[in-house]
């Protein structure tokens, strides 16, 4: 069974980064959608609340006691922006106004905020008549009207009632009075809010108005109910646009989606057809090429290209080197062949056969220097052949192996030492032998009789610089180079008849390196050669 992640990696990545970004913008327009729903319907519902409110306080105004006798204004609005207005008794008898068809709200009457029955926000609230306003003859001191209203907040009366109004036989104070006695309160349970005098049909007439602190005389309830399914059903509304409006942004970030992963693709897929390209060719030099595109993708195509570089190279060298190694065997295993060929024939005498098998065993030592070369550098590249670095004094070294090559040497060359004291360092001592007898064997090879062989060791600042030169033949400039490849020979008939093999100074490179140093030659046609070793402190 193929797991998740399974199945997910076979899938092309500009398929996965379709699916993550549509993924992703889907869940944020859920959210995104979810928000708004919520805060719409928050909103909605704190709206309706607020409407239901509105709407009774707005009704108590239109309620009063006229002359003892409940009276509902003609303004009362039993039917207001879907809210049901109902009045009750104090006793929860109902005196008017509908619940909304086919239903009966059975709930006790309290001031308690919105309350949430079944389908319905319900909303109670008591009108204790507080307010008394009282109209007096002033003269008779009779009661012309008399009403009792619902208050929140008065203003009390800050004048002096003692006066008496023009052309009044009563003071206010005993107007008051009356009103007081009539309403069935006394004055510490009151405060004063309007005193005046003025003349009504010619007659002068008091208008007292107090706050009465005692509980209202005949409380009211005002009962407002409203559908909570006016606010579904916009819930409902938003719902349904949702319901069409995800899977439209599904499609539009599905279709999104994979227009940003094809646009960000485009440059690989770019990068992946032209690499086949090279695949299928099989030539390496061929360099990718994806003009202008982004600096990432710029950077591995460089890279890629780099390592292409360096494949070619060294599959280069591996082809040359082969070839090389074919060549240069080739030529003793030929002379040898040939020389058997003749020695088996009839007519060879004792010197000719003499002869013969001398140039048989030069050419197979010559053959068998080359394996062996060859087994060194095999085994310094596999890295079998690691240097064991000892201290101990370079120049001694140095020394010993001119004297040595100098008793060895069969031609008429002056030896000229000039080596520094302190020249110790750490060093293979095999390996720095090989070096130096290779260098010194040069100067021997590529010099004729007369001529001079110079070693010096200097002990530098930060370095010590072994340097070998000669008199001899010299090296053009545009083989100078050319000398630290393996077999490369200036003069290659003249080497081979020298039993050369042009993987001296190749070696000499290598060793130089495995000791962490530097090598270089300079040199002038038929003026002689230097060559430089130097090595770090
Ligand atoms: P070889 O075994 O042929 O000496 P090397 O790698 O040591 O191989 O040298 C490579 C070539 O560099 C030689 O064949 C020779 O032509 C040239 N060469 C090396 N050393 C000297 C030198 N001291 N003077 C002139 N030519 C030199």
Known sequence: MCSRSDKMKGKSLRFRINLWYTVLMCFVCVALLGCVVAAARTAEKSLAQQNLIRSVERNIDEIEVENGILDIESDFAYLNDDVHALVFSKDGRLLGGEYPEGVEINLPLESEGIRMVGNYYVYDSLINFSKFEYKINGITGEIISSECDGIDSYTPFEGDINTVGEDCILSYREAYEIALKHSDRTKKNTDLMVARSYEYNDEPLYEIEFFSKKPGYSDIWVRGVMSAKEVDSIWGTIVAIATVLVPLVVLIACFVGSMIAKKAMLPIERLSSAVSEIQSGEDLTKQLDIGDSDPMIKSLTGNFNK?????????????????????????????????????????????????????????????????????????????????????????????????????ACKKDIEFITDIDKNTEMNFDISMMTRLVTNLISNAVTYQNDGGQVKVTLKNKKDSILLTVSDKGFGISEEHIDKIWGRFYRVDKARSREDGCSGLGLPMVKQLVELHGGKVWAESELGKGSTFFVEFRK
């Open 307 to 407: 390592m292409n570089e360096r494949l070619h190279r060294s599959f280069e060298a591996e082809r040359q080197f082969t070839s090389d190694v074919s060549h240069e065997l080739r030529t003793p295993t030929s002379v040898i062949l040939a020389e058997c060929e003749y020695q088996l024939g009839d007519d060879v005498d004792k010197d000719e056969m003499r002869e013969g098998f001398e140039t048989i065993s030069k050419q197979a030592s010559s053959m068998k220097q080359i394996i062996l070369q060859l087994l060194y550098f095999a085994r310094i590249d596999r890295g079998n052949e690691k240097p064991t670095f000892e201290k101990d004094d370079l120049g001694e070294l140095v020394k010993a192996v001119t004297g040595d090559m100098q008793s």
